[in-house]
C-alpha cells in the first residue's frame, strides 16, 4: 500500500510518498507560492492547489509508480485561511499567519471578549478570529462564503467536501477546547464567516474526485482523503509513535512544544495552550508556540550570522562567570572572521540561544506541573538538525534530549494518519535511528544556578486548578 502526507508549511511544501510500514519512498520540496498583494506577501489558493498536485505526481513517480496512492491527508499552518464560494472556488488570498494587519481588531476582541481560560489563546495578529473581523471590515463581504483552512484546502477541493481540522479550529481563538464546540459569542464578535464541519485528524473526509490527479495515474477516484491538522501536532504524532509519552520540542520557523496529558489545572500568565490531540475525538494536548525566528533572524541576516549562531551554541564558556563569557581557546579556533568582534559579540548571541532555551524549559515545567506529563524530550525541525543546539538544550533542560532520523516529519506524520483511515489494520511502523544528547554535567549545574530563581517565582504564582480536564 501507498500513501501520501503533504506539509503546507510556512516557507515550504513538502510531499512524501511512504509505504505502509512508514518507510519514505519519495520525498519532494518546494517553495510556498507567495505573491504580494498591496505591499504585503499572501498565498493564492489556487496556484497553491495546482502546484500540491504536480508534487504529488512527481514524488508517485519517483516512488515508482508502484500502485496508485491509497490515501492522502494534509499538515501544514495553523492560522492561514480564505474565503470560498459554494463551489469551493476561492474567493479571496490567504493571509499568512504571521501578517500584522489585524492588530486593531485583535485588541479590540482582547478586550471586549478576554477568554483564554475557554479558548486556551488570547486574541493576537496570529489567531484566525482576528483576521475575521479585518476582512469584514476591509475586503470581500463574508456573506454567502465559507471559510478554508489552506491547510485542509486540498483534501476540500479534491472531494468537494469543505471541512476544517479540529486542531486548526482550536487555532482561530473562537472554539471551546474542553466543550469541544465553537462559541457563539466570540464568533458574532468577530464577525465569523460560515463555518465548515469540524474533522478530527485521522476522519475520512471523502474520496478523490475525478481531476488532474486522477489522469496522472497517481490516485484513483477510491483514494482516501483523510483529515490531518496542524503541522507540529501532526510532527509530534510521528514522534510518538515511537515514542509515546514524548515531549516534542519542535524548532522550526515557529517553535512549538507539544505533550498529551489525561488532566490540566491551568496556570496564570503563562501561554500554555490547551488544545485538541492530534488523533481521534478524545485526548488532550497542551502546547506553547514561541516565534523563533523573531528572536534569532537579527544574527541569522549578520554578516556570518549563521555561523557565528553555530559558534554560540557549540563552544565552551567559563563557568565562573555570568553573563556566559567563550573561552580564549574557544575563540582561536573560530574562523577568523568571526574573531574581529569576540567575545562581546558571541557573548550577545549566546544570550538570545540561552533565553530562548530557557523559555522551552520553562514550558516543559510547566507542562510537568499542570499536566502530569513526565515523558523524554525529543527535538524536531530544521534547527533540530544542528548537533550544537541539540547539545545546548540538553545542558539548558538539564536532562537527555533525543533527535529522530527523519527530516521531514510533518509530512510523513500525516501520510501515517492517512494510513490509519484505510482497511489494513495495524502495521509494525519501521523505526528510525535516535540520537541522543547528554546534559554536561558542570554546564547543566550553571544553567540551573540561573534558571532556578526565576522559576522559584513563578511556582508561587501557582493558582488553584480551573476547568480540569479527565
Known amino acids: 500500500m501507498i500513501i501520501c502526507g503533504v506539509d503546507i508549511g510556512t516557507t515550504n511544501l513538502k510531499v512524501v510518498v511512504a509505504d505502509a510500514a512508514g518507510r519514505l519512498l519519495a520525498q519532494v520540496s518546494q517553495p510556498a507560492p507567495r505573491k504580494e498583494q498591496d505591499g504585503v506577501p499572501v498565498t493564492d489558493p489556487g496556484a497553491l492547489l495546482a502546484l500540491v498536485e504536480t508534487m504529488i505526481a512527481q514524488a508517485w513517480r519517483e516512488a515508482g509508480a508502484i500502485e496508485p496512492i491509497a490515501a492522502i491527508a494534509t499538515a501544514g499552518v495553523g492560522e492561514d485561511g480564505f474565503l470560498v464560494d459554494s463551489d469551493l472556488r476561492p474567493r479571496s488570498n490567504a493571509i499568512p499567519w504571521f501578517d500584522g494587519r489585524a492588530a486593531a481588531?485583535?485588541?479590540?476582541?482582547?478586550?471586549?471578549?478576554?477568554?483564554?481560560?475557554?479558548?486556551?489563546l488570547t486574541f493576537e495578529p496570529t489567531r484566525t478570529a482576528a483576521k475575521w473581523l479585518w476582512l469584514s471590515r476591509h475586503t470581500l463581504p463574508t456573506e454567502n462564503a465559507v471559510w478554508l483552512a489552506l491547510t485542509d484546502?486540498?483534501?476540500?477541493?479534491?472531494?468537494?467536501?469543505?471541512?476544517?481540522?479540529?486542531?486548526?479550529?482550536?487555532?482561530?481563538?473562537?472554539?471551546?477546547?474542553?466543550?469541544?464546540?465553537?462559541?457563539a459569542e466570540l464568533l458574532a464578535a468577530s464577525s465569523a464567516p460560515e463555518?465548515?464541519?469540524?474533522?478530527?485528524?485521522?476522519?475520512?473526509?471523502?474520496?478523490?474526485?475525478?481531476?488532474?490527479?486522477?489522469?496522472?495515474?497517481?490516485?484513483?477516484?477510491?483514494?482516501?482523503?483523510?483529515?490531518?491538522?496542524?503541522?507540529?501536532?501532526?510532527?509530534?504524532?510521528?514522534?510518538?509513535?515511537?515514542?509515546?509519552?514524548?515531549?516534542?520540542?519542535?524548532?522550526?520557523?515557529?517553535?512549538?512544544?507539544?505533550?498529551?496529558?489525561?488532566?490540566?489545572?491551568?496556570?496564570?500568565?503563562?501561554?500554555?495552550?490547551?488544545?485538541?490531540?492530534?488523533?481521534?475525538?478524545?485526548?488532550?494536548?497542551?502546547?506553547?508556540?514561541?516565534?523563533?525566528?523573531?528572536?534569532?533572524?537579527?544574527?541569522?541576516?549578520?554578516?556570518?550570522?549563521?555561523?557565528?549562531?553555530?559558534?554560540?551554541?557549540?563552544?565552551?564558556?567559563?563557568?565562573?562567570?555570568?553573563?556566559?563569557?567563550?573561552?580564549?581557546?574557544?575563540?582561536?579556533?573560530?574562523?577568523?572572521?568571526?574573531?574581529?568582534?569576540?567575545?562581546q559579540r558571541l557573548a550577545i548571541v549566546r544570550s538570545v540561544l540561552e533565553g530562548c532555551a530557557f523559555v522551552a524549559r520553562s514550558v516543559i515545567d510547566e507542562m510537568r506541573l499542570a499536566g502530569g506529563v513526565n515523558g523524554p524530550v525529543y527535538c524536531s525541525g530544521g534547527r533540530s538538525r544542528s548537533n550544537a543546539w541539540m547539545k545546548l538544550r540538553a545542558d539548558a533542560l538539564g536532562a537527555?534530549?533525543?533527535?529522530?532520523?527523519?527530516?521531514?516529519?510533518?509530512?510523513?506524520?500525516?501520510?501515517?494518519?492517512?494510513?490509519?483511515?484505510?482497511?489494513?489494520?495495524?502495521?509494525?511502523?519501521?523505526?528510525?535511528?535516535?540520537?541522543?544528547?547528554?546534559?554536561d554535567k558542570a554546564a547543566a549545574a550553571l544553567f540551573t544556578s540561573r534558571f532556578e530563581p526565576c522559576a522559584a517565582a513563578f511556582r508561587e504564582l501557582r493558582a488553584p486548578p480551573r476547568r480540569p480536564i479527565s
Open 105 to 120: 481588531e485583535a485588541e479590540e476582541l482582547e478586550t471586549s471578549h478576554p477568554s483564554q481560560l475557554r479558548t486556551g
Open 400 to 439: 537527555p534530549v533525543h533527535r529522530m532520523a527523519e527530516d521531514e516529519q510533518a509530512a510523513l506524520g500525516a501520510a501515517l494518519i492517512a494510513l490509519s483511515a484505510t482497511a489494513i489494520g495495524p502495521i509494525k511502523q519501521s523505526a528510525p535511528a535516535v540520537s541522543s544528547f547528554e546534559p
Open 153 to 183: 484546502f486540498p483534501l476540500a477541493a479534491w472531494s468537494g467536501k469543505p471541512f476544517i481540522s479540529k486542531t486548526l479550529a482550536a487555532r482561530t481563538a473562537c472554539y471551546d477546547v474542553v466543550e469541544d464546540r465553537w462559541i
Open 195 to 343: 463555518l465548515p464541519r469540524i474533522l478530527p485528524g485521522g476522519a475520512i473526509v471523502g474520496r478523490m474526485r475525478k481531476g488532474p490527479l486522477v489522469e496522472s495515474g497517481a490516485v484513483t477516484t477510491d483514494t482516501l482523503l483523510v483529515a490531518g491538522g496542524h503541522d507540529h501536532p501532526v510532527a509530534a504524532s510521528y514522534i510518538r509513535r515511537h515514542a509515546a509519552d514524548a515531549i516534542v520540542d519542535s524548532l522550526g520557523t515557529a517553535e512549538l512544544i507539544y505533550a498529551e496529558a489525561d488532566h490540566y489545572s491551568p496556570l496564570p500568565r503563562t501561554g500554555l495552550v490547551h488544545s485538541p490531540a492530534i488523533l481521534g475525538d478524545g485526548g488532550h494536548a497542551l502546547t506553547y508556540v514561541f516565534q523563533l525566528a523573531r528572536a534569532i533572524d537579527p544574527v541569522t541576516n549578520l554578516p556570518g550570522g549563521r555561523d557565528l549562531l553555530e559558534a554560540a551554541a557549540i563552544l565552551p564558556g567559563t563557568p565562573s562567570t555570568d553573563p556566559w563569557l567563550p573561552t580564549d581557546s574557544a575563540i582561536e579556533a573560530l574562523p577568523t572572521r568571526l574573531q574581529a568582534d569576540e567575545p
